[in-house]
């Protein structure tokens, strides 16, 4: 029996990320566990870990430059991408004979990741009882709940994670906002030659047309591009860092030709992966 | 003596959004705190208030889309801008005869907003015996500590705010990114004709080829794009909204054919506003 290949998430099993991952591998790689997004991309770059799930983007709260950041830095390539719709649940110990409100009300705090409290904030304000605290993982506070918590201990976090530490799902789908979808970048050590996507970022001059320029040759050969974002360089204000997906219609000469055409007004390219497209996944 | 013009802002006085109203304004217009933005730009659409001063986007955070889409929904103009450089500061009740690391390790709980929180990271990762607490905003739990906090309360705010509530600043600038710049429109309930820049809205079919001919007419016009970003519709998979600011040059003439040019291919396209140049403000 061969080992499995495994893919680092950031956080504790029942992590969004996690899940993802086990969605996109559809259990042929087993999920590895680390600290920070640091750590994790450090694993697949010294190889003790094959691939990374890095969230690049949210559809609520935009693009995660940080993320960004790490990959560009890393050298590491983008090998796939998968989506994952975020449900926020509310976790308790155990379920006393109350209803649900009752329940709710004598709860005296409820952590999680600042993300999940940050897409939760209706509840908090219909719940102005309950003291919102910060912890380090989603997944990872429901297991604090789960070993050392009290009935008046709460946690949001996935459906997964009250499976796994065996809390009670006390009220499903907390999030303020049921649109609420993270992508997230398979990462890799080789780049990919094919794939229907492809991932790149470029610097330009800040000057009249310079983008215009930068993405006419994708135009002309036919090629969709399904995100473009700017962020200005901090330091750099004549400079501007863009971040760029596009379809490659699985034609790499196409691709080839655009690449090349932006590479000549560029200051700066880099190609973070070529792969295919993914879809949105569900938890349950 | 006239009564002063007000501007709104979320929060209370101390807050970011409050001291990046106090600069653009340079002391001429009242700053006025809401409980949210919604409340904010609510008072400004029914006359109560003359401006609201709205985050945007963040060189750490990316953009704020819940602030765009307020902005949307409202109808409303923008009329200017302001940059601040963001600079967090743990402010604490009273200074017992300590150092600052023996002052720092008998505090139990920080408080501030989770994006404060979120931009501290380094900070709370160095001290991991404190707990941190999500509040509803920077300035309100500095006031708050302030009223009713021990020595072991701890909150993350503006200097302005340890001043306005008498806190004592144990460490300055504990944010984790030395470039942490938010930018913030000033909204205003009629759109001006003229500006050295305008921020404008549009959605486009999903297809090869359409970003290009919508931002064609600016290069042409030698308009400078100093943002764009997509946003995916939750829902049209087949439609994509982009936000874009740009220099006029001062020329309406060139701005009003590159807009025309750009609505000729656009499904639909909003004018946010024409406003002056900001600059990038700090604090102190």
Redesign the interface.
């Known amino acids: 029996m061969t080992e499995k290949e495994k893919a680092g998430f950031q956080g504790m099993h029942g992590a969004f990320s996690d899940i993802a991952g086990r969605r996109y591998f559809d259990g042929n790689v087993l999920t590895v566990p680390y600290e920070s997004f640091e750590r994790m991309m450090e694993a697949v770059s010294r190889s003790n870990c094959t691939y990374a799930i890095l969230p690049i983007e949210n559809?609520?709260?935009?693009?995660?430059?940080?993320n960004y950041d790490l990959l560009g830095e890393s050298g590491l390539a983008v090998v796939g991408e998968v989506s994952l719709r975020i449900k926020h649940n509310l976790l308790v110990t155990n379920q006393p004979p109350l209803d649900q409100q009752e329940r709710i009300a004598i709860l005296k705090k409820v952590g999680s990741h600042?993300?999940a409290?940050?897409q939760c904030i209706r509840f908090?304000r219909d719940n102005p009882h309950i003291?919102?605290?910060?912890?380090f993982d989603t997944a990872g506070y429901a297991e604090v709940v789960a070993k050392q918590g009290t009935i008046y201990d709460g946690a949001i976090a996935s459906k997964t994670a009250a499976r796994l530490y065996r809390l009670h799902v006390l009220r499903e789908n907390i999030e303020d906002n049921p649109?609420n979808?993270t992508r997230f970048l398979v990462v890799g050590r080789e780049k990919q030659l094919f794939g229907q996507k492809a991932s790149i970022r470029f610097t330009l001059k800040?000057?009249?047309?310079s983008?215009?320029?930068a993405?006419?040759a994708?135009?002309?050969e036919?090629?969709?591009?399904?995100?473009?974002?700017?962020?200005?360089l901090?330091?750099s204000p004549f400079e501007y860092l863009f971040y760029l997906d596009f379809e490659t219609g699985n034609d790499m000469t196409r691709t080839g030709v655009a690449i090349e055409s932006l590479g000549m007004v560029a200051d700066s390219l880099d190609i973070l992966g070529y792969y295919d497209k993914g879809g949105i996944s569900q938890e349950d």
Chains 1, 2 share one sequence.
């Open positions: 559809t609520v709260a935009g693009s995660i430059y940080q600042f993300k409290l940050e908090f003291q919102q605290s910060v912890e649109n979808i800040h000057e009249p047309g983008l215009s320029r993405i006419a994708f135009a002309r036919g090629l969709n591009l399904t995100k473009i974002e700017s962020r200005p901090i330091g």
